[in-house]
């Protein structure tokens, strides 16, 4: 068994967004304004934002990975959201080296370099419109709490199919709670009702949100990016969009106050 504290969302993500987006589209206006003006001051100052930009660029992209790895859900259609923003945001970042190699000597701009920041400025604008809906529709980068302020819990496992795996112990949730386990590669998760353990899958079978990242109540989940609620213990649907039922696990508690998932998969 392997366990290990993690972030629901690298919280330097959306931090380090507006830095390449101003340094970029700063560089598309200084140099449409030098080339009409003919000012070398200003089309420098395109090229420096341009070398600050894609620097910026990167180094947001670090978090960037680190979120879609692991905290958007996979398999759901934040996933491909993210795909498009990610692949969209090396897309704008390439247009704009591209623009560069075409400057002069002197680093004036063309009516070619500049045309391809103007798209690749399109390009970022589009990607962060798809980041923005990830925040606000997917809840990627949103920490919120689960009741009495219990925080994101997530752990890994590695275990026998069949054979009962410790997940917990009584006192790491409290009533209405949740944690996200990662049993042999599947998510499931573990919550509390008032006086037992209640486990099930992860993704929300409407769209593939994470359950994990929803609201308790007694038994009840509910997906926070469409609204459909699941009976925890049976997995079945109590409130739509989503049609298909979830699957559920028998949890045990011991004596000595472990926490078993009794037949995880393999
Ligand atoms: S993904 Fe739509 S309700 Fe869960």
Known sequence: MRSRAH????PLHPALIPFPFAFLTGALLFDTIGLIRESRALWTTGAHLTIAGIAAGVLAAI????????????????????TRHGALNIIALALFGGAWALRGPDWSPSLASTALELVGASTLAYAGWLGGTLITRNLISVDHRYARAGKWKEEWFAGKAGEPLVVAHTDDLAADQMKLLHVNGHRIVLARKAD??????????HR???????VMIDGTVQCLWHG???????????????????GAYEVRQAQNGDVLLVSPPG
């Not at 972030?7 to 690298?10: D, E, L, S, T, Y």
């Not at 680190?66 to 993210?82: E, F, M, N, Q, W």
């Not at 037992?196 to 079978?205: G, M, N, V």
């Not at 459909?228 to 979830?246: E, H, K, L, M, Y």
């Open 196 to 205: 037992h353990f209640i486990a099930f899958d992860d993704s929300c079978t």
């Open 7 to 10: 972030f629901k969302a690298h």
């Open 208 to 214: 593939g949100g994470s359950l994990a990242g929803g």
């Open 228 to 246: 459909s609620q699941f009976d925890g213990s049976t997995g079945g649907v109590r409130c739509g969009p989503a049609r298909q039922p979830i």
């Open 63 to 82: 978090p960037g990975i680190i979120d879609y790895l692991y905290t958007v859900p996979p398999g759901s259609s934040g996933k491909k959201r993210a």
